[in-house]
């Protein structure tokens, strides 16, 4: 079992930065593969990144790609994300969530979620 606790959202100005962080309670921390999730007003929650389990494999959204990037510290049980040039279209609240599987967390069935980070984009 792991627990799941996002920080660091916040409103930004566009062409901004921000990194979230994501702490992880538990000792299995290392075997999970970790992800971000976001989810807008009125809309689905979508993928945003994912990080293998040894760090040594990232993944990312289309939308987000080339902007932010994942990164984890297995020895401080943490997963970050942070955020360049940041958009309008970023708002949303941002979700940390592990899985033991890369595939079935970038498929968006994770095992585990936290509760999530509001990030705002103004224009």
């Known amino acids: 079992q792991v627990q799941l606790v996002e920080s660091g959202g916040g409103l930004m100005q566009a062409g901004g930065s921000l990194r979230l962080a994501c702490a992880a309670s538990g000792r299995t921390f290392s075997s999970y593969a970790m992800a971000w999730f976001r989810q807008a007003p009125g809309k689905e929650r979508e993928f945003v990144a994912a990080?293998?389990?040894?760090?040594?494999?990232?993944y990312y959204a289309d939308s987000v790609k080339g902007r932010f990037t994942i990164s984890r510290d297995n020895a401080k049980s943490m997963v970050y994300l942070q955020m360049y040039s940041l958009k309008p279209e970023d708002t949303a609240v941002y979700y940390c969530?592990?899985?033991?599987?890369?595939?079935?967390?970038?498929?968006?069935?994770?095992?585990?979620w936290g509760q999530g980070t509001q990030v705002t984009v103004s224009s």
């Open positions: 969530a592990a899985g033991q599987y890369f595939s079935t967390v970038v498929s968006g069935n994770p095992d585990h």
């Open positions: 990080i293998r389990s040894s760090g040594d494999r990232t």
